[in-house]
């Protein structure tokens, strides 16, 4: 059975199924379309799929011409899970976001393979890319498939390859992005590695699932905890009257030693404000009390209320009261030059504005109207930049700094500009750092 599916991927003849056509799962499927494998595409968003099926994208930065190149080369996408059959291999790249308590959520990744678990056969590999506590794959996912009547490692497959996508960075690709892996037995495991092999550059092999799960955690962690460290400093430094931007740059120049994470109004995307929350969760049933991790997670959570203080303050210099003011955020996407808007802390802090009374705003050239949301609801769309409009709010706030924002006219024009993101180095009579 292992040979079968080895030989099956090594002459490409085995066909892909990815479960979840998101920021994801989507680039993965380009990819294994480009070498040659035919994709079978899975997604319980049936506007997603008639999208793709019609050679369009819903994500910027995925062209249609890459999708509809993949259509041509086999590409299918369905909202029907019973196809499950025909894949050899079934990709799992699901959302794993937190409840309302903070607690991890995998609604999502334990309904879909309970949906394929009906469908699937021996011979299939499964592979879980959604990010989430060391335990995940063998706790939930290996008695599901197991009670479908196959043997892990003997008839069926398992392994867990954490997603590694940045959207927007155009120095990495899905294909450069070296690949960890790891399976539930040996077996598993050089499957899995032949599988990402195919079409990454390299495969990271690591010793289990648990050690694939916590490699994750960790580079996500560890990305949280610095920018909470920054973001610290940033509030200290702001009373000193010292920019922390200046600060970071002069440091940055150090050869060794030292990497530089930048401040900001609050942590966004999918990965980095929720991740860490999936190891303190899973870590208080050993007994252990991660208190790095959860200040870090407070500090940072805590920036969106530190930049409205700052907006509140700078407005009451000028004589203005929060409410009622008319507030313009720039950007709403999560980071730079992206339309991802998940966790974006630009969303918390227009809730924030609006709770507070102001007149909220936003413009940004990669999101033209504000998206349907699980938890947020604005009915607003982009506002365009000229110097009427920007010189017509009272305030300004980048939270979010793309490159297409003029931000010459932007400190020409406003009245107030809280800038949150360090763009501006030059300090002005109109522009207050947050």
Known sequence: MKQQLLNRIADKSAVIGIVGLGYVGLPLMLRFAEVGYKVLGFDIDQSKVDALMAGKSYIE????????????????????????GEADTLILCVPTPLNKYREPDLSFVLNTIDSLVPFLREGHLVSLESTTYPGTTDEELLPRIESRGLKIGENAFLVFSPEREDPGNPDFTTRTIPKVCGGVTEACQEIGVALYGAVIDKVVPVSSTRAAEMTKLLENIHRAVNIGLVNEMKIVADKMGIDIHEVIRAAATKPFGFVPYYPGPGLGGHCIPIDPFYLTWKAREYGVNTRFIELAGEVNSNMPDYVVSKVAAALNLRKKAINGSKVLVLGIAYKKNVDDMRESPSVFL?????????????????????????????????????????????????????????????????????????????????????
């Open 61 to 84: 930065h995925i062209s249609a011409d890459s999708i509809a190149t993949a259509l041509t080369r086999g590409f299918e996408a369905t909202t029907d899970f019973s196809r499950a």
């Open 350 to 434: 227009m809730e924030k504005l609006r709770d507070l009374g102001a007149e909220v705003s936003y413009s940004d050239p990669h999101v033209p109207v504000f998206p349907k949301m699980r938890e947020h609801h604005f009915e607003l769309s982009s506002v365009p930049l000229t110097a009427e409009s920007i010189a017509s709010y009272d305030c300004v706030l980048l939270a979010t700094d793309h490159d297409k924002f003029d931000y010459e006219l932007l400190k020409a024009k406003a009245q107030l500009l809280v800038d949150s993101r360090g763009k501006y180095l030059q300090p002005a009579d109109n522009i207050v750092k947050a």
